[in-house]
């Protein structure tokens, strides 16, 4: 991982990729937004262009059409400024970490796979999603999700307070399953409750990034 204002570090990246392996000097650049860690682009670099994105900061690649440097954004203004690079174990493809301005493709996609930079959290995401199928589902008085939105958020509440001292208690034993047990009931609950309020996930993710120093 290299910083782009270390100067030194900048000429020893470029030393070790190789931009021998292909004819024309050029390896690929992926591109991913550092804290989505969604993939937004590829691109491809010769040396010219690695060295500009490192002095510059902004991502730069070589144009096959134009056949010349090209920094992302220079016409639209939507740069991508580096946060870190990586290069692959065989040194001939580069991992750039960005903090995109604005839509990244062409199309006014956020990606050039047409889908939205948002942050994912795995199977929480799923997760998240199955509790929204459930609310909305046509037969959901028949699932214990829509059963809890039916009787209201006073009682989605109770519920999360519950499992919560449940969890403190098990916390306070020695019996590492049934800790395991109660807190994933409480995460279970909490994620009810979140919806239920009108939040997700990532409203979370904002509220402690804001509080990030």
């Given at each position: 991982?290299?910083?782009?204002?270390?100067?030194?570090?900048?000429?020893?990246?470029?030393?070790?990729?190789?931009?021998?392996?292909?004819?024309?000097?050029?390896?690929?650049?992926?591109?991913?937004?550092?804290?989505?860690?969604?993939v937004l682009?590829?691109?491809?670099?010769?040396?010219?262009?690695?060295?500009?994105?490192q002095d510059?900061?902004?991502?730069?690649?070589?144009?096959?059409?134009?056949q010349r440097?090209?920094?992302?954004?220079?016409?639209?203004?939507?740069?991508?400024?580096?946060?870190?690079?990586?290069?692959?174990?065989?040194?001939?493809?580069?991992?750039?970490?960005?903090?995109?301005?604005?839509?990244?493709?062409?199309?006014?996609?956020?990606?050039?796979?047409?889908?939205?930079?948002?942050?994912?959290?795995?199977?929480?995401?799923?997760?998240?999603?199955?509790?929204?199928?459930?609310?909305?589902?046509?037969?959901?008085?028949?699932?214990?999700?829509?059963?809890?939105?039916?009787?209201?958020?006073?009682?989605?509440?109770?519920?999360?307070?519950?499992?919560?001292?449940?969890?403190?208690?098990?916390?306070?034993?020695?019996?590492?399953?049934?800790?395991?047990?109660?807190?994933?009931?409480?995460?279970?609950?909490?994620?009810?409750?979140?919806?239920?309020?009108?939040?997700?996930?990532?409203?979370?993710?904002?509220?402690?990034?804001?509080?990030?120093?």
């Amino acid at each position: 991982m290299v910083p782009s204002t270390n100067k030194k570090q900048q000429i020893t990246m470029i030393m070790k990729v190789d931009f021998s392996k292909n004819l024309d000097g050029l390896i690929p650049a992926i591109i991913q937004d550092a804290r989505t860690k969604s993939v937004l682009m590829l691109g491809y670099m010769n040396e010219a262009a690695l060295a500009k994105t490192q002095d510059s900061g902004k991502v730069t690649f070589f144009s096959r059409s134009k056949q010349r440097l090209w920094t992302k954004g220079e016409e639209s203004g939507n740069f991508l400024h580096v946060v870190a690079i990586k290069n692959d174990c065989d040194n001939d493809s580069l991992l750039f970490q960005v903090k995109p301005v604005g839509p990244v493709c062409h199309t006014g996609s956020d990606t050039c796979w047409n889908e939205k930079n948002e942050t994912q959290f795995g199977f929480f995401s799923e997760l998240e999603r199955t509790i929204e199928q459930r609310r909305i589902a046509a037969d959901g008085a028949k699932s214990y999700v829509a059963s809890l939105f039916d009787k209201g958020i006073n009682k989605i509440a109770q519920k999360v307070g519950e499992e919560a001292v449940e969890t403190v208690i098990e916390a306070m034993d020695n019996k590492d399953e049934l800790f395991l047990y109660e807190s994933a009931d409480l995460l279970f609950h909490y994620l009810i409750l979140l919806q239920a309020k009108g939040f997700t996930l990532k409203d979370i993710e904002a509220e402690l990034m804001k509080r990030k120093k």
